[in-house]
């Protein structure tokens, strides 16, 4: 089993930034990959980033590339989403999710955290 928490949810106006953490524990965090998904109000989950087990691939939905940055520290067992440049549309429950395999795919993970809200004002 593995359990996953987010932390760094928060009120920010538009054009701030904030930070997302997940903390992992239960099996081998370094071996699998790991993603970022969101989920506004009255909309479906949606990817948003996903970072393979060592931290050197990783991948974007189209609309938060060049804002948003995944990365990851085995030695701390945590995933970090970097959220620059922040707008409204960006409102949302992100979730943490683990795979069950070291590398980018399309599968979608078997573990998730509870979610941390994130709000963006105008």
């Known amino acids: 089993q593995v359990q996953l928490v987010e932390s760094g949810g928060g009120l920010v106006q538009a054009g701030g930034s904030l930070r997302l953490s997940c903390a992992a524990s239960?099996?081998?965090?370094?071996?699998?990959?790991m993603g970022w998904f969101r989920q506004a109000p009255g909309k479906e989950r949606e990817f948003v980033a996903e970072?393979?087990?060592?931290?050197?691939?990783?991948d974007y939905v189209d609309s938060v590339k060049g804002r948003f940055t995944i990365s990851r520290d085995n030695a701390k067992t945590a995933m970090y989403l970097q959220m620059n440049s922040l707008k409204p549309e960006d409102t949302a429950v992100y979730y943490c999710?683990?795979?069950?395999?070291?590398?980018?795919?399309?599968?979608?993970?078997?573990?998730w955290g509870q979610g941390t809200p994130v709000t963006v004002s105008s």
């Open positions: 239960g099996r081998t965090f370094g071996n699998y990959a």
């Open positions: 970072i393979n087990w060592g931290g050197i691939t990783t």
């Open positions: 999710a683990a795979y069950t395999a070291p590398g980018l795919t399309t599968t979608p993970p078997r573990y």
